[in-house]
């Protein structure tokens, strides 16, 4: 069967709304699917610790009686100030409000889609960790992050507020529950 791969993808689930799209030629057909995922507890852990430049990462098998500390680098924080030097270069040099909102949106848009394309990257990247080593995940609890830092420099906070800590939990927290694996919330003060 040409589309066997599609089959797996639809065992077990359960259609929702559905489009057909006609593009000139061609007609497409959007599916919507929703599939429950067996959420299990294991007994290996996944430990991450999410910083400006890189999560740390310590994975505590038990099953072989080992555990290995690695770190993934990240060049989030290089990105947003570098667009950030870019935007403020924008708004200084243009004049014409036009072409310095266009200018700007563009920006903005390549900005988003390069951070959104290394959080799913990242998270993917643990979650199929995390899945060879049948690892739930803990994390630290980051609600209170921004507020730490509002005493520090005004680059700092910069970063620290820029860093899209929400998204990075919900790609996580989405990627992890899909393969079958649970999410433990950890206090970072304690």
Known sequence: MEYSYARRELDGTRLGNSKILVDGGEIYLLLTIR??????????????DINEDSIDCLLINYDRNETVLFSIRHDIRRIRTNYRRIRKSIQGK??????????????GYRERKRVEYRVKK??????????????????????DLRLN?????????????????????????????ERGLSVLEANAKK
């Open 149 to 177: 830092g509002r005493k520090k420099s005004e680059q700092l906070n910069y970063r620290l507020s820029t860093f899209p800590y929400r998204r990075f939990i919900e790609h996580l927290d989405y990627k992890f529950y």
């Open 122 to 143: 990242i998270t993917t990247l643990l979650a199929v960790i995390a899945r060879e080593h049948n690892a739930d995940l803990v994390r630290e609890n980051l609600k």
């Open 94 to 107: 243009v004049k014409n409000p036009r072409l310095r909102n266009k200018l700007l949106a563009k920006y």
């Open 35 to 48: 599939k429950n995922a067996e959420v299990n507890e294991h007994k290996n852990k996944l430990i991450i």
